[in-house]
């Protein structure tokens, strides 16, 4: 059995992330090519950035950060996690967008801020914004 990875990064969107057609475009791509290579997770965009916590094999997430860093809707990209897991947190969303809630949005904040955060803490702070 593949050993199961996960990866936490946040990049600085090039174009309006206000703009939910822009958002569900990437939302929409994410989801068909996440479903065909294995991986799962959730994307928010907040305050121009795009935060995201990826799930799979390590071949699948190392290709599709490759795709990122030259994708012209990102840039600045940066990896704050990246740690083998027991099991996924986004078990059944290819790709899920995660609401930005009054409880999730001091969370984000810190991480575009790029203070100090808990990896734990935002992986379950997105699991429960897709609820």
Do not use: C
Request: zero cysteines; glycine letters at 4%.
């Amino acid at each position: 059995m593949p050993r199961l990875h996960r990866v936490l990064y946040e990049s600085t969107a090039t174009g309006s992330t206000d703009s939910l057609l822009n958002v569900a475009t990437i939302l929409g791509q994410s989801q068909r090519n996440n479903s065909q290579t294995n991986l799962t997770g959730a994307l928010v965009a907040h305050r121009g950035r795009f935060i995201q916590v990826i799930e799979g094999p390590a071949e699948a997430i190392d290709a599709l950060l490759d795709r990122l860093r030259v994708d012209p809707r990102h840039k600045d990209l940066r990896v704050i996690d990246r740690a083998l897991v027991e099991q996924r947190s986004f078990d059944s969303w290819s790709m899920a967008s995660a609401r930005v809630t009054p409880e999730v949005e001091p969370l984000l904040d810190r991480i575009v801020d790029r203070l100090d955060t808990s990896v734990a803490e935002t992986v379950e702070a997105l699991r429960a914004a897709t609820a």
